[in-house]
């Protein structure tokens, strides 16, 4: 199966996301900086969440740019990525009206979880079709980051109970290390190209 139809609907889905969740942000009542402060909490969510939303978008459009063909597994891996990036305006609305409480914090931190989870099987799904000589294979290498960026979600879990203000350094670190551009797949791209593996 061709990719392209895959491409477009995971952009449309994606677009649609960012869309909910800046519709969610509520116009001040006042003209002085005094009556934004009390939207701070939600404002501050939106943009995490706005920074995960194109992290994602990023890395996705780069490893289907390397992927040749898709399977009704890549598909459905797919889907799974797009249902918990789909509830990140939820997790991000209830998070920021609740000025980052414990049990919201933690909810949007088993979301980021379960979308970095979900991801690597999509990776693992398009290497399954794509062979283990792939320019995907070569690209995702042991994948370092995505593992780090997993155990450091699961860690913020039970630490949003404790103390929620490191549970959301957590999730900013994560999202700083991944602004850094990932280039695994363009070198993995370029290399059959130079005579480089």
Not at 65 to 82: E, F, Q, T
Request: aromatic share 10%.
């Amino acid at each position: 199966m061709h990719k392209a139809r895959l491409e477009a609907f995971s952009d449309g889905v994606i677009a649609i996301i960012i869309t909910i969740m800046v519709l969610e942000l509520k116009v001040p009542h006042g003209d002085s900086l005094a009556a934004l402060l009390p939207l701070l909490p939600v404002l501050l969510s939106y943009v995490l969440s706005f920074v995960y939303v194109g992290i994602y978008w990023n890395n996705h459009h780069h490893l289907l740019h390397a992927v040749r063909k898709v399977s009704g597994g890549v598909l459905w891996a797919n889907l799974h990525l797009l249902f918990w990036l789909s509830l990140l305006p939820f997790v991000t609305g209830w998070m920021g009206e609740n000025h980052f409480g414990a049990l919201p914090t933690a909810v949007y931190g088993f979301v980021l979880l379960m979308a970095a989870v979900a991801y690597w099987l999509l990776a693992h799904c398009i290497l399954s079709v794509e062979g283990p000589d792939s320019v995907v294979a070569r690209a995702l290498g042991r994948d370092r980051k995505g593992t780090w960026s997993t155990v450091a979600y699961a860690l913020a879990l039970p630490l949003a109970f404790v103390l929620p203000a490191l549970s959301q350094a957590v999730f900013v670190g994560v999202a700083i290390v991944w602004l850094v551009p990932d280039r695994r797949i363009e070198r993995a791209l370029q290399a059959p190209h130079d005579g480089t593996h």
